[in-house]
């Protein structure tokens, strides 16, 4: 059973971290070639579980067919099958629609007329005017 890739990644830092500290410190301080080599082995260990793991998180990121990652949904995704292909069939259908659309030219404007048409309304009335329709219903 392989390990997941959490694990792998910790493993991987613990192992570089041990191992080159044993190299670096103890190895090396009291010029011992057996702890030396030890160490060195255990830090190429830990940097070859660290690409691993590395390698298998990019592994899992790829989709099956690019541009379609509706239609190959990864796991946790809260569209079925038949809703993910019905969204691509949509999706592509705007898609050919908006590339039909930059093709054609747009129909130009009808140009806006030099000045604005007549007035035809009559002009609202005064405020006094207004003012002496509201009072009688006020004293009722």
Same mark, same amino acid.
Request: proline share 14%; with cysteine.
């Given at each position: 059973?392989?390990?997941? =890739?959490?694990?792998?990644? !910790?493993? @991987?830092?613990?192992?570089?971290?041990?191992?080159?500290?044993?190299?670096? @410190?103890?190895?090396?301080? $009291? $010029?011992?070639?057996?702890?030396?080599?030890?160490?060195?082995?255990?830090?190429?260990?830990?940097?070859?579980?660290?690409?691993?793991?590395? !390698?298998?998180?990019?592994?899992?990121?790829?989709?099956?067919? &690019?541009?379609?990652?509706?239609?190959?949904?990864?796991?946790?995704?809260?569209?079925?099958?038949? $809703?993910?292909?019905?969204?691509?069939? =949509?999706?592509?259908?705007?898609?050919? /629609?908006?590339? /039909?659309?930059?093709?054609?030219?747009? +129909?130009? +404007?009808? &140009?806006?007329?030099?000045?604005?048409?007549?007035?035809?309304? +009559?002009?609202? &009335?005064?405020?006094?005017?207004?003012?002496?329709? $509201? /009072?009688?219903? /006020?004293?009722?």
């Amino acid at each position: 059973m392989p390990l997941p =890739r959490g694990v792998l990644l !910790c493993l @991987g830092i613990v192992l570089m971290t041990a191992g080159g500290g044993m190299a670096l @410190g103890v190895g090396l301080a $009291q $010029q011992s070639a057996p702890l030396f080599a030890l160490g060195l082995f255990l830090a190429m260990g830990g940097v070859a579980l660290l690409v691993s793991a590395i !390698c298998m998180a990019m592994k899992n990121l790829q989709v099956a067919v &690019p541009g379609h990652s509706l239609l190959h949904p990864r796991t946790g995704t809260p569209f079925s099958p038949q $809703q993910a292909v019905a969204m691509q069939r =949509r999706l592509d259908r705007i898609r050919r /629609e908006m590339s /039909e659309d930059s093709v054609r030219s747009p +129909e130009p +404007e009808p &140009p806006l007329p030099s000045t604005p048409p007549p007035w035809t309304m +009559e002009p609202p &009335p005064s405020y006094d005017t207004v003012m002496k329709s $509201q /009072e009688p219903r /006020e004293r009722l």
